[in-house]
């Protein structure tokens, strides 16, 4: 899409009206726009709301729609209704958890290892047979992840659940995460970094998953019920569900905007995905799981081989965890 000029705020907005260049700039989200189809995209950190003019409705990262009343045009101006303009800046800028919270530790889970080896990808690069193997590639990346958050965030534990070639048995990863919970309200980030693989050879791209809302676990065990009534234990098990099930789609919407900024040009940006993945539900805190490329595709794995690829997916990561802590706990009353 091409952003036409011939977009401008109008002099007068009608009431009850909001233009899209004021909605851009409130939300600070990037607007594309093509003038012949009269559609439009708005992104902000991974997460794309896109409208066209006539229609009464948005479509959110491309598979979730969105009522937002008609989308008008009057001269220069694109315009919504006011309480349409509302849930897109409520979409694009999700509202922050209250209270005096922060993120006290981050997990990292390099997946497979050891006599696991995960996807594997057999090419030839230049002449000689290159096995790229899945484990090999997310340790590369967990490490300097790990020595990146370590270092970039002093204040918060950062741990591992492997940093040599071992297996990991698959259900202690996330027992390893839950094991070291802060106490309340503190909260820890569960990433799990993995490699992908598909029968067809042309298949790329990154993506990040997150648990299905559709998915229950029991996540509030019934002596931690703060009223001590038995009775509302699910009550309160479905607002903690709905409140991490939240916090997860913002560190993977965050990620994912992370590695499109660092990766976006080199690599197709698949979006986010939901799947009940072990590590993921039976995770206790706001987990994701991240898919950096595909093995079996041979640009990618071979973009995987290098160092500077491996540093900007790395440092894609890095700038999505940053991006939640920084949203996690701006909050007025949010601990220092």
């Known amino acids: 899409m091409l952003l ?11 009431w009850g009206q909001t233009d899209l260049m004021d909605l851009r700039r409130d939300t600070g989200a990037t607007l594309e726009w093509d003038p012949w189809s009269q559609k439009g995209l708005l992104l902000r950190r991974g997460t794309t709301v896109a409208f066209r003019v006539g229609l009464p409705w ?3 990262d491309y598979d979730q729609r969105l009522d937002i ?5 009057q001269g220069a101006s694109i315009r919504f209704t006011a309480a349409g303009a509302e849930r897109i800046a409520a979409t694009l800028n999700p509202p922050r958890p209250e209270g005096s919270l922060r993120v006290a530790a981050i997990m990292l889970d390099p997946g497979h290892g050891g006599k696991d080896p995960g996807a594997v990808g057999r090419h030839r690069f230049g002449g000689r047979r290159v096995v790229v193997r899945e484990k090999d ?3 590369d990346v967990g490490r300097r992840l790990y020595a990146m958050l370590t270092k970039g965030f002093p204040d918060k534990r950062v ?21 070291e919970l802060p106490d309340e309200p503190d909260v820890m980030l569960f990433i799990s970094i993995h490699a992908n693989a598909a029968f067809r050879a042309q298949a790329s791209g990154f993506e990040v998953w997150v648990l299905p809302e559709s998915h229950e676990r029991n996540l509030l065990p ?3 019920v703060p009223s001590g009534d038995r009775d509302t234990q699910p009550i309160f098990n479905a607002m903690l569900e709905e409140q991490i099930s939240r916090e997860s789609v913002v560190l993977a919407n965050e990620i994912l905007g992370g590695l499109d900024v660092r990766i ?21 805190m706001p987990a994701v799981l991240v898919e950096l490329g595909f093995v079996s595709n041979p640009t990618e794995a071979r973009l995987m081989t290098q160092a500077d ?12 965890v940053t991006g939640f802590i920084e949203w996690f706990e701006s909050s007025p009353d949010a601990a220092g």
């Open 137 to 139: 590639i997310v340790l």
């Open 4 to 14: 036409a000029a011939g977009i401008a705020c109008g002099a007068a907005v009608a």
């Open 222 to 224: 019934a002596d931690k």
């Open 309 to 320: 690829y491996l540093n900007d997916l790395t440092q894609g990561i890095y700038d999505g």
């Open 159 to 179: 741990l591992i659940t492997r940093d040599e070639d071992f297996f990991v048995v698959l259900e202690e990863r996330s027992v390893l995460a839950n094991v």
């Open 264 to 284: 976006g040009t080199r690599s197709k940006n698949r979006g986010i995905r939901d799947e009940s993945f072990a590590v993921l539900r039976h995770s206790r």
């Open 69 to 73: 009343g008609p989308v008008t045009r």
């Open 58 to 60: 948005a479509v959110i």
